[in-house]
């Protein structure tokens, strides 16, 4: 049931996957870098996931969709343990990423987030001038002073930033506009090289059109990098995932080719939902 | 490229290291902190304890009798002292400072907050603040210089008085049950005064019925802290009350607290001796209730509504 | 109609008692400082304090409000605010998280009287400092270590969440999140409460009676060595200082111009308390405009 449509969006995805992975010749028709077995999400009592199994595909889109309050940010937050910051938050079932299950107790959280970035739902830059924003985790990493410009710029201009701020990057990060602190956001999640870039309801706090500059942004960024992204906005799901979930009350009712979800869903509550009958 | 290098060579690079230098930086900085608490709690124990121990000692050591040295008034520094008339004095000046200080600064917050908002937030306020801070031995030199001569020339007698000490304590207090208080009133839901406004009642009547009931709690705390810092309070009263040994018949006799008394003994008093011994029951008797007004503060605080 | 006449009775009440609150505190304030500043000159801030004769002044008391205030600050910032951080980061709800909280109650609310009883017996007797500046510095540590620490745990709490989500969510420990995020965010309201704490302890007198003591060797402000008994900066020497002053003054002395070195200290003393009171806010303010780039 679980299988990705060739089409029109992802070709140009797919080519970049295979362009990145010459190596492996018997490529299985789900290439995922993360692979959720069983995942269960609690807080306290108060089951937030429940059993949700589904794979997140590398070098492409990952959306998740349902009704507030399904659970689907959870279910990102566990991804790269940020869950652990509340106290009563606790897990079952496996997140298995590169031969291992980050959900272990042995796991290193500080160094997963290196490599499974997110952005939130609120721009949240520091309120520190724009360059310092970028080079305060590299700085923490031990990097050298002579690299930072470079990837300054290079994460800046990846986040389609760079021509409009080059000239100020000692300004506060908080002079921004409300999209491009988001950007910024994404730029300083990119300054680090992560593998997966968690999106946390990007644009819900933005314009309309800094909401679409972001997005044409996660287009480009899947190039290089794997994305899962929870947003409320099923039109801004249809038009840059490739696969999409579908969460209802914490259970993962529906996984799929974002067009198939979308055009011909298989649940009664997907179509519900898509057609708008309840949110 | 690179990422897919990472991951091929090192499976276990995710799993936790002893030695790596985020957790040593973790590390470090958690034995920081957790030693500062240890402190905290370590300062507070060693405070009881020490004090526990030196006011309990004369019950023991010189055989005072707990009983005499709560309820007897003759303080002559033997074994059989009583401190009934500094504990008095104490309560006495505690209560009758609030009695001032309760009622006018509650007002003053209800003025500051309901009455003239703009005026009372940009100057009042501040102004209050700023008075909290004002030293204790200031107050009691305005006491001295100024109420002690007023009311030795209108109300007769010496002037030092219980009296003078209600005086200066209350002024003292005013500007924290103010404070406190006003910060009660402040945190009441508008939409709640918006509520009784839209039903047609005054401003009396919902001061009365609605922000004095819902800010009944903290008000009381506000109250109750004002009265532990005049409980506690020493230099300011020792200079005004007059620090007679003896129970005052009137408000305008001479008196004395605990903290008056200790802090005019102490000096005079060998280290070890009877004398000496009674002044730390007395200081034990301050921590005690300084106990007992945390407990009363947190009773009262956990029926705060808003 | 009644209903009326009783508002407007009852906002009159009001009105008066702010009326009578604020014209005491006025006149107490103005009081002092017209009183006093008629007796402070240049001399008075620069000579020595007599025992007995007329023209004392209050240099080496005012050196030494600000030594041990300098110390104390020194001891109680940095475990306060570790402290502080503490409670507002590192605390996992339970018995010990609720026996620090009730610690930090009890010494914030303890007598001052009696924190200098604490200090005489383990400070200037049981470690054998003697009344001196270090013994005052310890029994005013204790005494200020509890509103350092409130002040840090409160700003850092309203620091945004998600700052400290941005830095978590960066692969940046907590340690080092706390410090280059957290405590860098919530230092406008930490250095707020560090200046008016300052003031508190400056104006400080009942802790100090049996800690620091009352006299003052006659320091010679050019023996900077500390360990030199006249030093101003020697730790271990006994020190009065400005509000030990005022009521020593006030109770035992015997000088003839009683009345106006003990107005004039206090005008003195006054002033310095609210110059750290109106930079507190002052700082606040501007610190917290350029952290959160408007102006």
């Known amino acids: 049931m679980l299988k990705v449509k060739k089409h029109a969006e992802n070709n140009y995805g797919e080519s970049q996957t295979k362009e990145r992975t010459l190596d492996k010749t018997n490529e299985p028709e789900f290439n995922s870098l993360l692979d959720l077995r069983n995942l269960s999400v609690y807080y306290g009592d108060h089951q937030a996931v429940k059993n949700v199994s589904m794979p997140i595909e590398k070098n492409k889109v990952t959306a998740f969709i349902g009704p507030s309050g399904c659970g689907k940010s959870t279910l990102l937050r566990t991804i790269n343990r940020m869950n652990d910051q509340i106290p009563i938050a606790h897990y079952d079932g496996e997140i298995n990423y590169d031969g291992v299950n980050i959900l272990n107790k042995d796991i290193d959280v500080v160094a997963l987030r290196k490599e499974i970035g997110m952005v939130f739902q609120e721009p949240n830059p520091f309120p520190k001038p724009i360059r310092k924003n970028i080079t305060h985790a590299l700085k923490f990493m031990g990097m050298a002073k002579s690299n930072m410009n470079e990837i300054v710029e290079n994460s800046l201009k990846q986040a389609a930033l760079w021509d409009e701020i080059k000239d100020r990057l000692g300004d506060s990060a908080l002079s921004l506009s409300g999209g491009q602190q988001q950007r910024l956001c994404i730029a300083r999640a990119l300054a680090l090289q992560p593998n997966v870039l968690l999106l946390d309801e990007p644009t819900s706090a933005l314009d309309p059109i800094s909401s679409a500059k972001v997005e044409d942004l996660v287009m480009e960024l899947k190039q290089h990098y794997t994305i899962a992204i929870v947003t409320h906005n099923m039109e801004q799901a249809a038009r840059i995932s490739d696969n999409t979930a579908f969460l209802y009350n914490g259970d993962l009712i529906e996984f799929g080719n974002t067009s198939d979800l979308f055009t011909n869903p298989k649940e009664q509550r997907t179509e519900d939902y898509i057609s708008g009958k309840f949110s | ?306 | 109609m009644s209903r009326r006449i009783i508002n407007n009775f009852a906002t009159s009440v009001f009105i008066l008692c702010a009326v009578i609150m604020t014209a005491t505190l006025v006149y107490l304030l103005g009081y002092i400082l017209t009183n006093g500043l008629s007796n402070v000159d240049w001399s008075f801030l620069t000579t020595n304090s007599s025992s007995a004769m007329e023209g004392g002044g209050i240099k080496n008391q005012l050196w030494n409000s600000f030594y041990i205030l300098v110390v104390t600050l020194i001891l109680s910032v940095p475990l306060g605010v570790l402290g502080g951080i503490y409670l507002a980061e590192y605390a996992r709800p339970g018995k010990l998280t609720n026996v620090i909280r009730t610690s930090v109650e009890v010494l914030s609310s303890l007598p001052s009287i009696v924190v200098g009883m604490f200090g005489l017996l383990v400070f200037v007797q049981y470690a054998g400092l003697g009344y001196s500046i270090i013994a005052g510095a310890l029994a005013l540590t204790v005494f200020n270590l509890p509103i350092i620490v409130r002040v840090t745990e409160d700003s850092i709490r309203s620091v945004p969440k998600k700052q400290k989500n941005a830095s978590l969510a960066l692969g940046i420990t907590h340690w080092h999140t706390v410090k280059t995020v957290l405590v860098p965010a919530a230092f406008p309201g930490i250095l707020t409460g560090i200046l008016l704490s300052a003031g508190r302890i400056f104006g400080e007198a009942a802790a100090l009676l049996f800690t620091a003591g009352l006299s003052t060797n006659n320091l010679q402000f050019d023996t900077w060595n500390p360990f030199n008994s006249d030093s101003p900066l020697n730790p271990f020497r006994s020190a009065e200082t400005l509000s030990v002053h005022i009521w020593k003054v006030n109770s035992q002395g015997i000088m003839p111009d009683v009345d106006e070195i003990a107005s004039g200290s206090a005008a003195v003393l006054i002033l310095f308390v609210l110059v750290f009171n109106v930079t507190a806010r002052v700082i606040g303010n501007i610190i917290y405009n350029k952290i959160t780039g408007s102006k």
């Open chain 2, 1 to 306: 490229m690179e990422n897919a290098q990472k991951s091929e060579t090192n499976n276990h690079r995710l799993l936790k290291k002893n030695g790596s230098s985020s957790k040593k930086n973790e590390k470090r900085g958690k034995a920081l902190v957790y030693s500062s608490a240890a402190i905290v709690i370590i300062a507070t124990l060693a405070i009881t304890l020490f004090l526990g121990y030196k006011g309990i000692r004369t019950f023991f050591v010189f055989d005072v009798s707990v009983w005499n040295f709560l309820t007897t008034t003759d303080w002559d520094g033997t074994e059989n002292s009583g401190a009934f008339s500094f504990i008095f004095g104490s309560f006495a000046v505690t209560f009758l400072a609030a009695l001032v200080a309760a009622p006018l600064g509650i007002g003053s917050a209800i003025f500051m907050t309901e009455i003239a908002k703009k005026w009372g937030q940009k100057v009042l306020q501040p102004v209050i603040e700023i008075l909290v801070g004002i030293p204790s031995v200031v107050y009691g030199l305005i006491g001295v210089t100024v109420i002690v001569p007023l009311l030795r020339d209108n109300v007769g007698g010496l002037g030092f008085s219980l009296l003078a000490g209600m005086i200066v304590v209350g002024v003292m207090i005013l500007p924290t049950i103010t404070s406190i208080s006003a910060d009660a009133i402040k945190a009441i839901p508008q939409d709640i005064k918006d509520a009784s406004y839209g039903l047609g009642a005054t401003r009396w009547q919902t001061i009365y019925k609605v922000i004095i009931p819902a800010a009944l709690p903290s008000l009381m705390t506000a109250i109750v802290l004002g009265m532990a810092r005049a409980f506690g309070e020493a230099l300011a009263v020792q200079m005004v009350i007059g620090n007679v040994k003896g129970l005052p018949e009137s408000i305008t006799d001479q008196a004395a607290t605990l903290t008056s008394i200790i802090t005019l003994d102490m000096p005079h008093t060998t280290y070890g001796s009877v004398h000496n011994s009674l002044l730390w029951s007395l200081g034990l008797f301050l921590l005690i209730m300084s106990y007992v007004f945390i407990i009363i503060i947190r009773f009262v605080s956990s029926r705060r509504k808003v």
